[in-house]
């Protein structure tokens, strides 16, 4: 067997997490804490006012509000949306130069130096999280002094979206490997999940059964946002059946 | 159909002095078309650079319409570049006596197009420095382009088109170009010669010209219907609602014909009118080109009612949440404005045989071309306003940028013309001469 590095399979091989996120709509207040956070700690530039009001804002997650019922008797729900991850991702093969594919773990990345800003992916993504980056970037102040050095800034020109905090699974490994331990479910939490106040949000790997997020997957009340086109996304909404 | 479309009062010595006489000079109302469609790109090209310079937000493109102006202008160019050439070879293989005025006129609009049109990516994409990547060159880190893009077809294609386009255009040129050499003296006599690739007229060169200009004739042609099908790929293989549809590909090569003799007609229209070819480019030329234009005009209007037909009675929620914002309120107007252009108004200009004339045969052109700019633009600004997702929708409307380079395109276009009829005969001299031993 391999020395005792991240949850070595039976045969010996590294164990490959496969991540998975589940959020819980049932939960789900819509403070927007998460956009906050993500915003934060992925060096999301601000737009500014008149530029967010053309459309030009960048949120890696969103909150979308869905209204039932006739007023005066509304019910509004929040879904938080983000890059779903997609196993099958519609907006992997439409790019030109290959900067965008799905890694061993899961992830759907992005490689910004590669990109060429094409838009063809963000086009092609039914879930219209990916991002154009229309200008440099530039934070109001004092956000500019607050920058995470674990993310890389996005020059003008690329397409950028949410990562699963991709820098956050890194550190997760390494802090690991300098204890000499596998890697623990809830080892690995995104800003958004991290700062949830209802924690609505569930990270983990989903090929380990006995994760938080399998149970929440196999819990029977999860479902895929636009399950129908079959982009077997990575994000699962848990609420009530109807 | 008369079988020839030689003046006849005139004979092959006399057609070859009256055509190269008719090449403009650098008259002061030349230069200034030249100086006035110059400053037109200038400007455009400034708009670029700031473009660049400034970024990309400058322009109107915005979430979730990524893609504006700039895919409608690359798609209507690409599809104007099919005038020429594959008219020119249909033209050419089945024998059309009547091509011969009309052929060099319109394999130069495709070149022209596609040379426009061709830049309309770069001048798209974000990081414009580094367009290369999409090229598969050799390179130390072994990276490649993804063969899987349409885009990536889209570069093949386009690449391959305008390579034979050129060689077409260039291989009817060679005999008028040792025509013009053996006329003229000094630097002008060298450059003609040198470019005539020594051209004596020798019977092994007309047959070996004879064969050229057939294998490209038919080479082109397939070429021709693969670019606009990869153009129409850029959409289809994707899965925004409306794009996803199996008859992108023959629907975009129709319009694409469509558009491109719409195009041919105004600039044969134009050519006659200043260049005084009345002689050359009659009635009949005009009357035969509008009839393909009817035909093609048909055939647009079948496939744009089988589109919509199957979007709207199929009536999924995601296509129709696009069918109905391009049928009501603003892009309704210009929905209807489509059909009028493409449709209704040549439908009568050209079907009513009293009202058939060159003037309205050109008009029936000018419509045409709005019409299927708007056609495009139909196709690519609804569908990207209205994501799956409701609260992703959003709205979509050029900036000056855009604007400075659609109408800079328009007067490259003008430009590139001016200066090719100034070098160049646009009709080509040698088809008229009937000792030509392999005619």
Known sequence: MAEGKRNPEEDGSEHVPQWAMAIDLDRCTGCEACVVACSAENNVPTAGQEQAAMGRAKHWIRIDRYYEGEFPNIKVKYRPVLCQHCDNAPCEPVCPVYATYQNAEGLNVQIYNRCIGTRYCANNCPYTVRFFDWFAPEWDGPLDLQLNPDVSIRPAGVVEKCTFCAHRIKRAKLDADAEDRDLADGDVQPACVQSCPAEAMVFGDMSDSHSKVSKKIESGRSEQLLSELGTKPRVYYLRKAD | ?439
């Open chain 2, 1 to 439: 159909m008369a079988p020839s479309g030689e003046p006849t009062e005139l004979s092959a010595s006399s057609i070859s002095d009256d055509i190269l006489s008719r090449m403009p000079r650098a008259s002061g109302r030349y230069m200034a078309a030249i100086g006035f469609f110059g400053a037109v790109v200038a400007w455009a090209l400034f708009a670029w650079g700031y473009q660049i310079q400034n970024g990309f937000g400058n322009t109107g493109l915005r979430r979730p319409v990524y893609w504006g102006f700039y895919i409608v202008n690359f798609v209507f160019w690409i599809g104007i570049s099919h005038a020429g050439t594959l008219i020119s070879a249909i033209l050419r293989l089945t024998g059309a006596g009547w091509r011969k005025p009309v052929t060099r006129a319109a394999e130069a609009i495709t070149v022209f197009c596609l040379m426009i049109g061709g830049l309309f990516p770069l001048i798209h994409i974000g990081r414009v420095w580094y367009f290369y990547w999409m090229i598969p060159y050799p390179n130390e880190r072994l990276l490649w382009p993804n063969f899987r893009s349409p885009l990536f077809w889209d570069l093949t294609a386009i690449l391959t088109y305008l390579t034979g386009s050129l060689i077409y255009l260039y291989l009817p040129l060679i005999p008028d170009l040792a025509e013009i050499a053996g006329r003229s003296s000094g630097k002008k006599q060298r450059i003609y010669r040198a470019l005539s690739l020594g051209w004596t007229g020798s019977d092994r060169q007309w047959q070996a010209l004879e064969r050229a200009m057939k294998l490209m004739a038919m080479a082109i042609l397939a070429i021709a219907v693969s670019v606009h099908s990869v153009v129409a790929y850029d959409f289809s293989m994707s899965i925004a609602p409306t794009w996803h549809s199996t008859i992108f590909a023959p629907y975009f090569v129709v319009g694409a014909i469509f558009s491109g003799i719409a195009a041919l007609v105004l600039v044969m229209a134009a050519l006659r009118k200043l260049m005084g070819l009345e002689e050359y480019l009659r009635e009949e030329h005009f009357v035969n080109l509008g009839k393909l234009l009817m035909l093609m005009s048909l055939l647009w209007l079948y496939f744009t009612f089988s589109e919509h037909l199957t979007t709207w009675y199929g009536n999924l929620p995601y296509e129709m949440q696009v069918f109905n914002l391009r049928e009501q309120g603003f892009f309704g107007i210009v929905f209807w404005t489509m059909v009028a252009c493409n449709f209704a108004i040549p439908f009568v200009l050209l079907g009513v045989s009293r009202l058939r004339s060159i003037a309205t045969i050109s008009i029936s052109g000018a419509t045409v071309l709005i019409g299927m700019w708007l056609e495009r633009f139909l196709i690519v600004v609804p569908t990207l306003s209205r994501p799956a997702l409701p609260a992703a929708w959003g709205n979509y409307a050029p900036s000056w940028i855009e604007l400075s380079i659609t109408a800079g395109t328009f007067a490259a276009m003008a430009l590139l013309y001016l200066l090719f009829v100034k070098a160049f005969p646009i009709i080509a001299i040698w088809e008229y001469d009937e000792t030509i031993p392999a005619r």
